[in-house]
């Protein structure tokens, strides 16, 4: 039966009429957080839902006819079937949404959401990290609540790359060709129904942008893709990767974004009351913006005004890598084309980038969005002070506490990052409305209700989860790809399903400390190897393809998980991405997080984790700044002399190995009568209490709609 599905076969099924809808539920990425949705997929054809990565779209296209025509006569998979579409019908037309009830006003109009990348699933590859999960947790929850918001971004034909590592631990990047008719992805159609193109001017010529729409619920997202037979060969090219590029590539990418994305919402009969830019790299809206109203008439001063009143800007890192800058030859040589009427105010427009960084001015995009936003905000509390800190200068005159910069701590999607064994211990003793009150404190208390007995079962449950789908994953490469033995051990295969598990899992980069862990190997071998208590590391992440400093974090990690000191308890697991995340961070039994302070900007995957009662052991920055309480957790607090960051590392360092040998490992191991660890299901069910409620994306698009969205929309009371 199987042997005429081979990945690489393409034979596209005619769906039984009864099921006919089912193709429209895999074209709208909303299915991948409705439980009854994901359990229909699952269960037409459990094989080969495991064998595309849970791709429902792929999945229709492989599927043989005898699945379909047994759950088409299959009463109980009817029933679901039914309840779900009549759902995905509510979801698309109500209106007693929390933004209507709240906001009726800005719920009949529309806010346009740019960003460089977005994370909906894994079968949309077109996110690199947590910039991307955000932008997609952000979309999934506006439309949740009803908030109507138009996402804008691009389909890179290639997307991020897929990891390889080698025999030797060295990152390999591989791009595969996403094939479109795999993905949740179609034409977007303008009003008088044809395929939206639109023209974007580049340098001295023009580019052409094909538009993509993704049904993210009640959100619509655009994604612009130049790879046009139009197009010359190297224009093709330039959606083809995500941050992929040089400084050419990019600073033309963010003019297909900024101005191409205005241009597409005007094609496809958008007028946004809001435009909120997630990152400076869609700064270039607000040019096409401001040209916009010149060519009406308006001075420039006038237009910038508007752009500013319709404008907010989240900014997303302290590390000055990740603010770009051009130089102003570069920007106005790509730019030349672009000016229309504002061609006379060429110099104030530019003047608005200019930022000097010590390395002379540049034209900065961050420094652009600051200038041209009414309403700009930090990811965290203390990412709130730190952008002040580090972009005051851009309001000289204004002082600190009237600097206009708000801070809303990044969330995380619950029904896409909450487990269906948390999520059913939740819905027995919350209630069964508890996912819509999951951002209610009060209601969250009751998590401390949950029987041990209970909870602890799921938590074995999740772990043994994690375990399987990392033999499974080893299991492929030692089969498919003829892997390696020391990359099987690598993988983890020597790992012990019942022992505590820490994860850590983000991007391969030097303010991170991916290596603190191993500041002292002896230290460490004694806590992992202690008989009876053994302790195992999982990590995961991609370095920048560019950067070496990264890949060699990676690749000694790599050889640790190779010695034999640690007794086979140090492991990687390659190709992070959503599907990867979500097995770790509700399979571990302790999320770690040790950046160098004040260096991450909030952090998410620590919230995913907290969810799912896996507590959080972290430095106090980011998010956990705010969200450590004293019993949710545990915080990696240590003093050294602030000048010599050696001190730093080896003083945090210190602080974990004291944590895990004085609090965690005892928490654990120490077991009653009945072998239920109490001591750490009081943290486990804090970690949940108190995480669930404030880290939720729910709370955040909230506090966006009321801080941001709202006034922002409001009209000026004359004109
Ligand atoms: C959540 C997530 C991230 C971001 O996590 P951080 O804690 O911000 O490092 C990155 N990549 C993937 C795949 C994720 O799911």
Redesign the pocket.
């Known amino acids: 039966m199987t042997d005429n599905r081979q990945l690489t076969t393409i034979c596209m099924v005619q769906l039984p009429d009864r099921i006919g809808r089912l193709e429209e539920l895999a074209h709208d990425v909303s299915w991948s957080w409705t439980r009854d949705a994901r359990k229909l997929f699952r269960t037409l054809d459990y094989p080969l839902w495991r064998q595309t990565a849970h791709n429902p779209v792929r999945m229709l296209k492989l599927i043989p006819p005898e699945p379909l025509q047994r759950v088409a006569s299959d009463a109980a998979w009817l029933a679901t079937y039914d309840r779900v579409m009549a759902r995905l019908d509510d979801v698309r037309s109500a209106r007693n949404t929390w933004c209507a009830t709240e906001y009726g006003d800005l719920a009949s109009r529309s806010i346009a959401y740019f960003s460089a990348e977005f ?1 909906l699933h894994q079968s949309l590859p077109i ?4 910039l ?3 932008a997609g947790d952000h979309c999934k929850e506006a439309s949740d609540l009803g908030v109507p918001l138009i996402g804008v971004g691009f389909m890179y034909p290639q997307g991020y790359f897929h990891q390889d590592v080698t025999t030797d631990g060295w990152q390999q990047e591989a791009y595969e060709r996403l094939d479109w008719t795999d993905a949740p992805i179609e034409p977007a159609l303008t009003p008088d129904g044809k395929p939206c193109v639109t023209a974007v001017p580049l340098g001295n010529r023009t580019v052409l942008a094909a538009v993509w729409r993704v049904r993210v619920g009640r959100v619509k997202l655009y994604l612009l893709d130049t790879d046009l037979e139009e197009n010359a060969p190297w224009d093709r090219e330039l959606s083809a990767r995500l941050y992929g590029g040089d400084r050419e590539t990019r600073v033309q990418q963010e003019i297909i974004l900024g101005i191409g994305g205005v241009r597409v919402l005007k094609a496809m009969g958008c007028e946004p009351a809001v435009y909120h830019l997630n990152e400076g790299h869609a700064g270039f809206v607000v040019l096409q913006r401001i040209r916009d109203f010149c060519e009406k008439g308006w001075t420039f001063e006038a237009a910038l005004d508007e752009v500013r009143r319709t404008t907010v800007f989240t900014t997303h890192t302290p590390v000055a890598a990740g603010h770009d800058a051009f130089p102003f030859a570069l920007v106005e040589t790509h730019l030349a084309g672009a000016w229309g009427d504002l061609g006379g105010y060429r110099e104030k427009f530019l003047a608005l980038g200019h930022h000097d960084n010590g390395g002379g001015p540049m034209f900065n995009m961050t420094a652009l969005a600051l200038r041209a936003a009414g309403a700009v905000n930090g990811v965290s509390q203390l990412h709130g002070e730190v952008t002040k800190q580090m972009w005051q200068s851009i309001w000289p005159g204004t002082p600190y506490e009237k600097l206009p910069v708000k801070a809303i701590t990044n969330g ?1 999607h619950v029904p896409t990052w909450m487990s269906s064994e948390i999520a059913a211990l939740l819905e027995t003793h919350l209630g069964a409305d508890w996912l819509d009150r999951h951002d209610d404190p009060a209601l969250c208390d009751r998590v401390l209700e949950i029987p041990d007995e209970e909870l602890w079962a799921a938590r074995q449950a999740l772990r043994a989860f994690l375990f399987s789908f990392i033999r499974e994953r080893a299991r492929q490469r030692w089969t498919n790809e003829g892997a390696s033995a020391p990359r099987i051990v690598a993988a983890g295969t020597m790992f012990d399903q019942f022992a505590l598990t820490i994860g850590f ?3 391969m980069t030097g303010y ?1 400390r991916p290596e603190l862990i191993f500041s002292d190997p002896d230290r460490l071998a004694r806590i992992l190897n202690q008989p009876g208590r053994n302790v195992q590391i999982l990590f995961a ?1 991609k370095a920048h393809p560019a950067d070496d400093v990264g890949k060699h974090h990676l690749q000694r990690i790599y050889k640790r998980a190779l010695d034999p000191k640690f007794g086979g308890r140090i492991a990687f697991v390659d190709d ?3 599907h ?3 097995f770790l ?1 509700q399979g571990c039994d302790v999320w770690m ?1 040790n950046p160098l302070k004040p260096l ?1 900007a ?7 984790a907290a969810i799912n009662g896996t507590p959080h052991m972290s430095i106090g920055d ?1 998010w956990w700044a705010e969200g450590f309480n004293g019993d949710n957790g545990w915080l990696i607090d240590a003093q050294a002399d602030p000048n010599d960051p050696g001190a730093q590392d080896w003083a945090d360092a210190q602080a974990m190995y004291t944590l895990l040998e004085q609090q965690l490992v005892p928490a654990f191991y120490d077991r009653d009568a009945h072998g239920i660890p109490r001591r750490w299901l009081r943290i486990v069910k804090q970690s949940i209490r108190t995480v669930l409620p404030r880290f939720a994306a729910r709370r955040m698009v909230k506090d966006y709609v009321r801080e941001m969205y709202a006034p922002a929309a409001r009209q000026p009371a004359t004109k």
């Open positions: 994370a996110y690199a990290g947590g991307g999960v955000l995380v899992a983000r991007r991170k992440g992070y991405d959503l990867v995340a979500h961070v997080n991450e909030s952090g998410t995957s620590g919230m995913k980011g």
